[in-house]
């Protein structure tokens, strides 16, 4: 009688993911088995599960996910290679915080400053204050308020923060009539 042997295949894996991704977002993940893959074991931050093929995950800083894959029905081709993916995690904006004089008077200017920088500056309403988009100098144009806004966009979105500017009456001095003074 003659001897059968089994070659089976030995598991093994290619994972990949659906990212990159903002925080807060979820991240698909695939294990892509080949060589009679039957089990799965994946590791990593906010997995949904641990042991599906293609779990998700929602990681809330770049991380990378291992997977060890076996195969239960072919003894032997079990292997402890781990297979990794990495997730890159995007941040979603934050405009910061709008540092400056308040009040203003008309003619005069003054610089707004911000802890984030990249944003565009916007005046609400120009009629009374127009600032320069990427310097935040705010000129006064005559007396009322304007709202000036800092917006920072990436590619997870949109924000903004916003400060209000008073304009004062430009200051006037009057001496009254000439006079004539004796020596």
Request: charged share 0%.
């Amino acid at each position: 009688a003659g001897l059968i042997i089994t070659v089976n295949p030995a598991p093994t894996a290619s994972p990949t993911n659906n990212g990159p991704i903002c925080n807060g977002d979820t991240v698909n993940l695939a294990a892509n088995p080949a060589g009679g893959t039957t089990s799965y074991t994946w590791s990593g931050p906010n997995l949904s599960s641990t042991i599906a093929q293609n779990p998700t995950a929602t990681p809330t800083a770049t991380s990378t996910y291992s997977l060890t894959v076996s195969s239960g029905g072919a003894p032997g081709c079990s292997p402890t290679t781990s297979y990794t993916t990495t997730v890159t995690v995007n941040a979603t904006p934050d405009a910061g915080v709008i540092s400056g004089a308040p009040i203003i008077c008309s003619g005069n200017t003054t610089i707004l400053t911000e802890t984030i920088p990249g944003g565009i500056w916007s005046s609400s309403n120009n009629t009374y204050a127009t600032v320069g988009a990427s310097s935040g100098i705010v000129t006064g144009v005559s007396v009322g308020a304007a709202i000036i806004s800092y917006t920072v966009t990436n590619s997870c979105g949109t924000a903004f923060t916003t400060t209000t500017i008073t304009i004062n009456p430009a200051a006037t001095a009057d001496a009254g009539p000439n006079q004539t003074v004796c020596a």
